[in-house]
Protein backbone atom coordinates (compact mmCIF):
# COMPACT_ATOMS: atom_id res chain seq x y z
CA UNK A 1 0.00 0.00 0.00
CA UNK A 2 1.40 3.18 -1.07
CA UNK A 3 2.11 5.89 1.14
CA UNK A 4 0.12 9.64 0.68
CA UNK A 5 0.57 12.92 2.73
CA UNK A 6 0.84 16.57 2.19
CA UNK A 7 2.58 19.15 4.47
CA UNK A 8 3.78 23.14 4.77
CA UNK A 9 6.99 23.70 5.14
CA UNK A 10 7.79 28.13 5.87
CA UNK A 11 10.60 28.20 3.39
CA UNK A 12 10.22 30.20 -0.41
CA UNK A 13 11.51 28.66 -4.20
CA UNK A 14 15.06 29.70 -3.52
CA UNK A 15 15.57 27.85 -0.54
CA UNK A 16 13.75 24.57 -2.08
CA UNK A 17 16.24 24.85 -5.21
CA UNK A 18 18.79 24.76 -3.14
CA UNK A 19 17.50 22.07 -1.58
CA UNK A 20 17.11 20.15 -4.36
CA UNK A 21 20.45 20.83 -5.73
CA UNK A 22 21.71 19.39 -2.54
CA UNK A 23 20.29 16.69 -2.87
CA UNK A 24 21.38 15.85 -6.08
CA UNK A 25 19.63 14.11 -8.79
CA UNK A 26 18.62 10.98 -8.36
CA UNK A 27 15.68 10.32 -7.56
CA UNK A 28 14.80 8.30 -3.89
CA UNK A 29 14.14 4.83 -4.24
CA UNK A 30 10.58 4.27 -3.63
CA UNK A 31 8.98 7.65 -4.10
CA UNK A 32 6.19 7.59 -7.04
CA UNK A 33 5.48 11.48 -6.89
CA UNK A 34 6.74 14.63 -5.40
CA UNK A 35 5.18 18.10 -5.80
CA UNK A 36 5.95 21.16 -4.16
CA UNK A 37 3.45 24.65 -4.98
CA UNK A 38 3.33 28.11 -3.46
CA UNK A 39 0.99 28.81 -0.82
CA UNK A 40 1.03 32.08 1.56
CA UNK A 41 2.84 30.65 4.13
CA UNK A 42 5.97 29.06 2.34
CA UNK A 43 5.49 26.18 -0.04
CA UNK A 44 3.11 22.75 0.45
CA UNK A 45 4.62 19.27 -0.65
CA UNK A 46 2.48 16.72 -2.09
CA UNK A 47 4.40 13.14 -1.91
CA UNK A 48 3.11 9.45 -2.81
CA UNK A 49 5.41 6.68 -1.47
CA UNK A 50 6.24 3.17 -2.30
CA UNK A 51 5.74 2.78 1.74
CA UNK A 52 6.47 4.61 4.99
CA UNK A 53 9.69 2.62 5.52
CA UNK A 54 10.73 3.92 2.20
CA UNK A 55 9.80 7.49 3.09
CA UNK A 56 11.58 7.28 6.65
CA UNK A 57 15.05 6.04 4.83
CA UNK A 58 14.97 9.07 2.55
CA UNK A 59 14.62 10.96 5.37
CA UNK A 60 16.81 10.13 7.54
CA UNK A 61 19.80 9.20 5.09
CA UNK A 62 19.61 12.27 2.46
CA UNK A 63 16.25 14.39 3.50
CA UNK A 64 17.32 15.59 6.87
CA UNK A 65 21.36 16.70 6.55
CA UNK A 66 20.25 18.79 3.82
CA UNK A 67 17.43 20.28 5.36
CA UNK A 68 19.01 21.08 8.81
CA UNK A 69 21.80 22.91 7.01
CA UNK A 70 20.07 24.73 4.27
CA UNK A 71 17.29 25.59 5.90
CA UNK A 72 19.32 26.87 9.04
CA UNK A 73 21.88 28.91 6.72
CA UNK A 74 18.08 30.63 5.08
CA UNK A 75 15.88 31.31 8.11
CA UNK A 76 18.52 31.39 10.86
CA UNK A 77 16.87 28.61 12.91
CA UNK A 78 15.75 24.84 12.35
CA UNK A 79 11.64 24.91 12.59
CA UNK A 80 9.73 22.09 14.02
CA UNK A 81 8.78 18.99 11.90
CA UNK A 82 5.62 20.21 10.17
CA UNK A 83 2.61 18.94 11.09
CA UNK A 84 1.41 15.73 7.98
CA UNK A 85 -1.97 15.48 6.19
CA UNK A 86 -2.30 11.52 5.48
CA UNK A 87 -3.96 11.58 1.92
CA UNK A 88 -6.26 8.56 0.83
CA UNK A 89 -5.81 8.67 -2.76
CA UNK A 90 -7.65 6.34 -5.01
CA UNK A 91 -4.67 6.73 -7.73
CA UNK A 92 -1.68 7.87 -8.80
CA UNK A 93 -0.86 8.44 -12.47
CA UNK A 94 2.17 10.13 -13.54
CA UNK A 95 3.53 10.13 -17.47
CA UNK A 96 6.59 9.50 -19.13
CA UNK A 97 7.42 13.11 -19.39
CA UNK A 98 6.79 13.66 -15.46
CA UNK A 99 9.60 15.56 -14.12
Request: aromatic residues 12%; negative net charge.
Amino acid sequence: MSYAFTYEVPIGPDTYARIKDELGPDSPPGMILHLAHNTDQGLRYVEVWESKEAYLDFVDKRLHPVVDRVVTQALGFRPPEPPVTMLDFVDVWTGDSAA
